[in-house]
């Protein structure tokens, strides 16, 4: 079975631009979590989704929102980047209340 | 506020060397507690998990880890380490039924063969 995946790998934007990160979670889990961790640091969490309702989200300031799709698939936002946004960008998917599964990442540097 | 500490964060050992790696969390009422794994050049992955029932949990690759309410612990165990255990380990909480995990800073372990 395929577990979660992510997209792009890696992505280079400039400060004031906004970017788009994409997962597609493990076949028949209902539940999408994106979390942010910076070097040197464990994961943050960011939002979590399940059945396209928004469950959770962490202290992270508006520029960052998310969605999630009809085939629970998700999409996570960011507006107007700031150096400070560079970091691995995980995304987890679980069954409810069940443990999480870790994509890859995506690398975002912003310049 | 809930948070989760990871006492050490680099710890290097021999092969066939003891190792625990300490975890203590704040958070009030239920907690689910985990160990992730994440070995070089790749993603995480759950080492163990515990959410209830016998508080010494034996998880993947020869991995323990004791629950131990009183002392809002969960510390990692493995009697004896290999060259291909070295990674860095984040211990992770979340409650009840929330489902956002709090992890700990994460402590880095290198194993010399």
């Known amino acids: 079975d395929a577990g979660v995946t992510q997209s792009p790998t890696h992505l280079i934007k400039t400060r004031g631009q906004h970017v788009t990160l994409r997962c597609s979670p493990i076949s028949g889990h209902k539940s999408v979590s994106w979390y942010q961790q910076v070097l040197g640091q464990g994961p943050q969490f960011i939002f979590q989704?399940?059945?396209?309702?928004?469950?959770g989200r962490g202290n992270f300031p508006d520029r960052f929102s998310a969605r999630q799709f009809p085939n629970y698939s998700s999409e996570l936002n960011v507006n107007a980047l700031l150096l400070g946004d560079s970091a691995l960008y995980l995304c987890?998917?679980?069954?409810?209340?069940?443990?999480?599964?870790f994509g890859p990442g995506t690398r975002l540097t912003v310049t | 506020a809930q948070s989760v500490s990871q006492h050490n964060h680099h710890v290097i050992l021999s092969e066939a060397a003891s190792l625990e790696l300490g975890c203590n969390y704040s958070y009030g009422g239920t907690v689910n507690l985990f160990w992730y794994v994440q070995y070089p050049g790749q993603h995480l992955q759950l080492l163990l998990k515990y959410f209830s029932g016998d508080p010494l949990v034996k998880g993947i690759k020869g991995f323990e880890a004791e629950f131990i309410k009183s002392k809002f612990s969960f510390n990692l165990r493995k009697p004896s380490v290999q060259w291909s255990d070295t990674a860095e380990y984040f211990c992770?909480?979340?409650?009840?039924?929330?489902?956002?995990?709090?992890f700990g800073k994460g402590t880095k372990l290198s194993v010399k063969p």
């Open positions: 987890a998917s679980s069954l409810i209340g069940d443990e999480q599964y």
């Open positions: 989704y399940y059945e396209k309702e928004e469950r």
């Open positions: 992770a909480v979340s409650g009840g039924s929330q489902g956002n995990l709090i």
